[in-house]
């Protein structure tokens, strides 16, 4: 069955633009997770979605991420002003229900700014 | 089609067990293999695997990869009832970024 996919897979952008990353969860997942991963280090959270709401934002680094789920499904992380730290592997992972469930992640979409 | 495959899926053992998690994987372009433990808040980054043969150690966990074979493995030895978790493998190629198994659910009794 299909998994979690994010598009694009890789992205290039120069420094100060806005950047969308999208994220489609497994069907009928309600909990959707974005994390950032850097080199040779583990994912950080940023956000955790249960249905259509953030339940849990606290590890959105600044007010430039924002991120949305408007219909409980499909997710896009914007990045305005991007900066040259912001690049990093982005992955979106999915799971049942909640927290204490299996996520099971995307392939991550790689944002490079130059 | 790229796919991580790990085994058990389900693991129930009681504190002091030895523990062997498995990985195995086809991908194309390799790049490395790594395993992290799912905590709540975020996947805790446990080891990253780029050479054949070269054990990774930290603390009582383990890992070696086996290019050849396609696989890796997770040792936990003297399991406590705080390595309770899910044990994620992941495999990283070039130009496809990650792809995640399925994970193996570690229950550790006291």
């Known amino acids: 069955g299909a998994g979690v996919s994010q598009t694009p897979s890789n992205k290039v952008t120069e420094k100060g633009k806005y950047v969308e990353l999208r994220c489609d969860p497994i069907?009928?997942?309600?909990?959707l997770y974005w994390y950032r991963q850097s080199l040779g280090q583990g994912p950080e959270f940023l956000i955790y979605?249960?249905?259509?709401?953030?339940?849990?934002d606290s590890g959105l680094p600044n007010d430039r991420f924002f991120a949305v789920r408007p219909e409980g499904s499909v997710s896009t992380l914007k990045i305005q002003r991007t900066e040259r730290g912001d690049s990093a592997v982005y992955l979106c992972?999915?799971?049942?229900?909640?927290?204490?469930?299996?996520?099971?992640f995307g392939p991550g979409t790689r944002l490079t700014v130059l | 089609e790229d796919k991580v495959v790990q085994s058990p899926l389900s693991l129930v053992v009681h504190e002091g067990d030895t523990v062997t998690l498995n990985c195995s994987y086809e991908?194309?372009?390799?790049?490395?293999l790594l395993w992290y433990k799912q905590e709540k808040k975020a996947p805790t980054f446990l080891f990253m695997l780029?050479?054949?043969?070269i054990e990774k150690k930290s603390g009582r966990l383990s890992s070696i990869l086996d290019k050849k074979e396609l696989f890796s493995i997770l040792n936990i030895t003297a399991t406590q009832t705080g390595d309770s978790a899910i044990y994620l493998c992941?495999?990283?190629?070039?130009?496809?970024?990650?792809?995640f198994g399925p994970g193996t659910r570690l229950s550790v009794l006291p």
């Open positions: 992972a999915s799971s049942l229900v909640g927290r204490d469930d299996t996520q099971y």
């Open positions: 069907s009928g997942h309600t909990a």
């Open positions: 979605f249960q249905g259509t709401g953030a339940a849990d």
């Open positions: 991908v194309t372009n390799f790049r490395s």
């Open positions: 780029t050479s054949s043969g």
């Open positions: 992941a495999v990283e190629n070039y130009g496809q970024n990650f792809v």
